[in-house]
């Protein structure tokens, strides 16, 4: 038995070292740990409205609001911002979510097959430009994976994540006007 | 039978005498095959779109993204050298150490993802791999079960009385 376990680490070090070197060599696919990192945003508060620093939620000047996150956007911002030059939504949602509905304009940029997909972006998209990304609300991680992705290894300064995404938009009185079906 | 009983003083690990155990080996051949199979195809996708798979593992949230993106780079290839080792018998209890300890490992990460409700791609295959949920952990146990199998049921070798 612990000859066949010292085989096993023998092959755990062999291919690690393959695996590092492979990595390494590689012209196109490179991963780069240090570009992985991820900027997760504070979120908002619980009224679904960004806080204002300089003015207390309550208004009894004691307690001061927590200080509005850059990286996330509400749905105030996206409603104010659609339409706006040099902005620019990126659905990070599955395809055929996306086709049974989007926010107009948007890009399809799914987080399960994003680097086959940057194209998309990076054909359209100038890097300093606002880039909004959305995926289904809640606990949808896809959203924060494309920003990270669109920040750390493409080069886009000015990337948010509207967070509540299509959860809370399907909500919105200004749901129809914001969002189209297809594509 | 023991050494006394053989002239050249060789002993067996005894075969089962029954006519029914000629298909053991057969079977864990074709286990080996199937496990080996299923794991050179994983590692195919994994290393297609090597970043998209950091990208998997970190959407696990069970470590650092940074710590995410080390082990993509290694863990295609643990795959497929524990997948090679699987296919020969000198190596397959080897491979099967390896495989089955991965196997555990995935099946536990997919559980925690379904504990904490993340909806997120289970990167079995690189990009386009289903949801991380039932039928993954399904699959895993499968194969971990036609791992122990490959080990089980492998054809026994002579050992020399020292």
Known sequence: MLSHVKTAILILLLTSGVGVTVNAMRTTGKIEPSKFESKRPILPDATGGQANPTQPADGSGTQPAA?????????????????????????????????????????????????ENIERVIQYVPQPDLVIVYCGGGNCEASHTVADALRNQFGYVNVKVYVKGWEELSTSPKFAELTEVGG | MNNADTPTGVNYA????????????????????????????FVYGKLMDPRQFAIDIGNYQLMSKYASACFAIVLPWWELGAALALLWPRTRPAGAILIGGMLLMFIGAVALAMSKGLDISCGCGGHGSGKAGWTTIGRNTLLLVGTCLSVLFMKRRATTAS
């Open chain 1, 67 to 115: 200080p509005a996150d850059p990286h996330v956007a509400v749905l105030s911002e996206v409603i104010a911002q659609f339409g706006q030059p040099n902005v620019y939504f990126v659905d990070a949602r599955k395809p055929d979510e996306y086709a049974q509905g989007h926010i107009k304009g948007s890009i399809n940029l799914p987080s399960t097959a994003l680097f």
């Open chain 2, 14 to 41: 005894p075969l089962s005498a029954s006519p029914d155990s000629a298909w053991k080996p057969i079977v864990g051949h074709l286990c080996a095959l199937g496990v080996s199979g299923f794991f050179f195809y």
